[in-house]
T-cell receptor
Framework: QKEVEQNSGPLSVPEGAIASLNCTYSDRGSQSFFWYRQYSGKSPELIMFIYSNGDKEDGRFTAQLNKASQYVSLLIRDSQPSDSATYLCAVTIASGGSYIPTFGRGTSLIVHP | DVKVTQSSRYLVKRTGEKVFLECVQDMDHENMFWYRQDPGLGLRLIYFSYDVKMKEKGDIPEGYSVSREKKERFSLILESASTNQTSMYLC??????????????FGDGTRLSIL
C-alpha cells in the first residue's frame, strides 16, 4: 500500500529553537508535496508546498524535498508557542491513472516558553 | 477572502437515515474533496471531484456517495448511516495545476454523530 509516514510525536522544542518535521512517502512518482498546520479543534491550513528537489523558504518556514530518498521536511525557525499544533504532510500518490491526495497522520509540535 | 462553507458544524442523525452533507466554495475551483478525520487515523479521503458531474473514489468510499451538479457545490451522501460513520467530515477545494490534486482550502468541518 502506498503511504505517507510521519512521526506522531509530540515533538517538543524550546521557544526560539528550530523545529524539524519529517515525512516519508512510498510512491516515487509523487509530484506534489504540501504541509498543513492544524490547531486543536480547527481545520487544516495550508502553509507550504514544494514540487522540486531542494529547499523552498517562506518566512520562518522552509520546506525541503529529496525525491531520491523520498522524504520531505518542514523546518520552522525561531519557533513560537503559537506554532504549537499538529503538522500534516500530504503527497499525491499515483493510483489507477489518477493522483490521489494522501495525508500522513501528522506530527504534534509543542513549543514551550 | 476565499471561503469553503459546510452547511452544518454539528449534526446528529440516527442509524439507517440518509444523510446529506453540503459544501459550497466561492473560489471557482475545479477540484473538491471530502475527507473524514478520526483520532489516530488522520485524514482519509472519501471522494474527490475534478470537474462538474465527475467523481473519483478515494481510500474509503464504501457507504458514501457524492454529487457535483454545479461547480461550486459538492455534496456527500451517507446512504444508510451507521455508527461507524460518526466522525469529523471536512470538505476542501483547490485550483487546477500541479498542486491542484491536493486541497488548498478547507471548510470548518461537520462533526457528525450517528446514534
Amino acid at each position: 500500500q502506498k503511504e505517507v509516514e510521519q512521526n506522531s510525536g509530540p515533538l517538543s522544542v524550546p521557544e526560539g529553537a528550530i523545529a524539524s518535521l519529517n515525512c516519508t512517502y512510498s510512491d516515487r512518482g509523487s509530484q506534489s508535496f504540501f504541509w498543513y498546520r492544524q490547531y486543536s479543534g480547527k481545520s487544516p491550513e495550508l502553509i507550504m508546498f514544494i514540487y522540486s528537489n531542494g529547499d523552498k523558504e517562506d518566512g520562518r518556514f522552509t520546506a525541503q524535498l529529496n525525491k531520491a530518498s523520498q522524504y520531505v521536511s518542514l523546518l520552522i525557525r525561531d519557533s513560537q508557542p503559537s506554532d504549537s499544533a499538529t503538522y500534516l504532510c500530504a503527497v499525491t500518490i499515483a493510483s489507477g491513472g489518477s493522483y490521489i491526495p494522501t495525508f500522513g497522520r501528522g506530527t504534534s509540535l509543542i513549543v514551550h516558553p | 477572502d476565499v471561503k469553503v462553507t459546510q452547511s452544518s458544524r454539528y449534526l446528529v442523525k440516527r442509524t439507517g437515515e440518509k444523510v446529506f452533507l453540503e459544501c459550497v466554495q466561492d473560489m471557482d475551483h475545479e477540484n473538491m474533496f471530502w475527507y473524514r478525520q478520526d483520532p489516530g487515523l488522520g485524514l482519509r479521503l472519501i471522494y474527490f471531484s475534478y470537474d462538474v458531474k465527475m467523481k473519483e473514489k478515494g481510500d474509503i468510499p464504501e457507504g458514501y456517495s457524492v454529487s457535483r451538479e454545479k461547480k461550486e457545490r459538492f455534496s456527500l451522501i451517507l446512504e444508510s448511516a451507521s455508527t461507524n460513520q460518526t466522525s469529523m467530515y471536512l470538505c476542501a477545494s483547490s485550483a487546477p495545476g500541479t498542486g491542484g490534486s491536493l486541497p488548498q482550502h478547507f471548510g470548518d468541518g461537520t462533526r457528525l454523530s450517528i446514534l
